[in-house]
């Protein structure tokens, strides 16, 4: 198998490069590799996946730093497998700042902020986790299915969340008998003051785990890989959020799994340009096709389709195809596609092409835009 080249060389950009200057750099290349400007082209193809690739890591912040710390393997889907992750985790575990300040200081600083403690046993939320997904700009305008790998904290397969050994179950603490709590007393000049905390040795759980499970370390909750099958819905734009609920970390105590929020790249099109719900694109004419008028084949994201250019057409004139841009995202209703007409000035003529055009010229009556040579009659050749 080829070694992977590096992306920033894929892209023609310096590893400083701002994300403007990356979509800019990815547009390029698929203008120059793109399928549907060179079909049939096999090293075409196979540079317009290299760039797609590249594109899908540089376009996304925090792919792009582990690639920049890491290289390739910073970037490969097994990336993070037993490692710390986001969205208030470790190691594979779930912590809470409530938690840890509550075990250093008693119950009163288990909110943090002051106000009761949180019970421990009581079900919690898992928390959200993020990923992202690469999309093409036909697969954003139309929606499309897409499989979503991401890191989440599960259940652990081994003690089914207990945090024993397999055979093993957890055991009532001795220190609080499995209140979970313990009663402490004060002297005060007021006299004994009896308050309760909660107990250090079982963090107020009531049982202890004797012997942990190897798998979780008696956590009862493993972070794994894990494919999402998700659907993404027509018209969505770039760098949009897309949540899946429940199938984020898993809770803990019978308490319901966080979110997982997507974040969708929009790739660039080498042809069509997003303005809301329309879509723009240019169509060169020549100067014979814009004055004379024509039928052309305009690109759209339904196909090719025929449009008659009137006579007369001027550079820059705008013509609209109606119900051809993108779908709206409530499903209701679809943008235009707007034609942005560009009259191409050909940069050599020959004798007998300059002969005409300056023919033309006269007839027009802008014989003061000629030479002296072409008012005369020479059109432009060299005398003998």
Request: hydrophobic share 30%; aromatic share 6%.
């Amino acid at each position: 198998m080829a070694e992977k080249r590096d992306y920033y060389e894929v892209l023609g950009v310096d590893k400083s490069a701002s994300a403007d200057e990356i979509k800019k750099a990815y547009r390029q290349a698929a203008k120059k590799y793109h399928p549907d400007l060179n079909p049939g082209n096999k090293e075409a193809e196979e540079k317009m996946k290299e760039a797609n690739e590249a594109y899908e890591v540089l376009s996304d912040s925090e792919k792009k730093a582990r690639y920049d710390q890491f290289g390739h393997a910073g970037v490969d889907p097994n990336y993070g497998a037993g490692q710390g992750g986001y969205g208030g985790s470790f190691g594979g575990m779930d912590f809470d700042l409530g938690d840890i300040f509550g075990s250093i200081f008693g119950n009163g600083f288990g909110g943090f902020g002051g106000g009761t403690g949180r019970n421990p046993n009581a079900p919690r939320r898992g928390s959200d986790t993020q990923s992202s997904v690469t999309i093409s700009f036909e697969e954003a305008a139309k929606g499309c299915k897409r499989t979503v790998d991401t890191m989440r904290i599960e259940v652990c397969d081994e003690c089914h969340g207990n945090g024993c050994q397999s055979g093993t179950s957890p055991k009532t603490c001795p220190e609080c008998n499995g209140r979970g709590q313990v009663t402490v007393q004060q002297r005060t000049p007021f006299g004994v003051i009896q308050s309760s905390k909660q107990c250090s040795r079982c963090g107020g759980r009531g049982t202890i785990i004797e012997n942990p499970c190897k798998k979780c370390n008696g956590a009862g909750r493993v972070r794994k890989s894990s494919k999402i099958d998700i659907n993404i819905p027509a018209g969505v734009d770039d760098r949009q959020i897309i949540t899946v609920r429940g199938q984020g970390n898993k809770g803990t105590n019978g308490g319901p799994a966080g979110d997982l929020n997507i974040v969708v790249n929009v790739r660039p099109h080498p042809i069509f340009e997003r303005d809301g719900y329309n879509v723009w694109c240019d169509v060169h004419l020549t100067f014979m096709q814009a004055a004379l008028g024509c039928k052309i084949q305009v690109p759209t994201l339904d196909g090719k389709v025929e449009y008659s250019v009137p006579a007369g057409t001027q550079p820059g004139d705008v013509f609209k195809l109606r119900n051809r841009g993108i779908q709206s995202r409530g499903g209701i209703g679809r943008g235009d596609q707007l034609v942005r007409i560009i009259v191409d000035v050909p940069k050599k003529l020959t004798d007998k092409q300059r002969e005409l055009i300056n023919q033309l010229a006269i007839e027009f009556g802008a014989v003061e835009n000629l030479g002296e040579d072409e008012k005369k009659g020479f059109f432009g050749k060299k005398k003998k």
